[in-house]
């Protein structure tokens, strides 16, 4: 059974940093294209981001394009989130699963990992 461990997050000003890991047990991790997920309180999951097997490509929903980058590393099977410039509207949890690249916001497993929150202060 796939295991999905989210970390990284914390509490961060506007316009700071953070870099959330994804790491990936149960299954071969560079079989998958991999996606970012969140959830903020009282709203669905949206997809944050996406990447192909290998690294090559990658997709952003608008919200997050320009600021954040998502890379992964197949020899560690973990999946990495880069944000820069937070906002408070980027406040959610966030969780990775996996996805097929033409389809990126819909995740592939149904179990999910416990995710990492990032809450972002004004």
């Known amino acids: 059974q796939v295991q999905l461990v989210e970390s990284g997050g914390g509490l961060v000003q506007a316009g700071g940093s953070l870099r959330l890991s994804c790491a990936v047990s149960?299954?071969?991790?560079?079989?998958?294209?991999w996606s970012w997920f969140r959830q903020a309180p009282g709203k669905e999951r949206e997809f944050v981001a996406a990447?192909?097997?290998?690294?090559?490509?990658?997709y952003y929903a608008d919200s997050v394009k320009g600021r954040f980058t998502i890379s992964r590393d197949n020899a560690k099977s973990t999946m990495y989130l880069q944000m820069n410039s937070l906002k408070p509207e980027d406040t959610a949890v966030y969780y990775c699963?996996?996805?097929?690249?033409?389809?990126?916001?819909?995740?592939?497993?149904?179990?999910w990992g416990q995710g990492t929150q990032v809450t972002v202060s004004s």
């Open positions: 699963n996996a996805v097929n690249f033409a389809a990126p916001s819909r995740p592939m497993f149904r179990s």
């Open positions: 990447i192909i097997w290998n690294g090559g490509s990658t």
């Open positions: 149960g299954r071969t991790f560079s079989d998958y294209a």
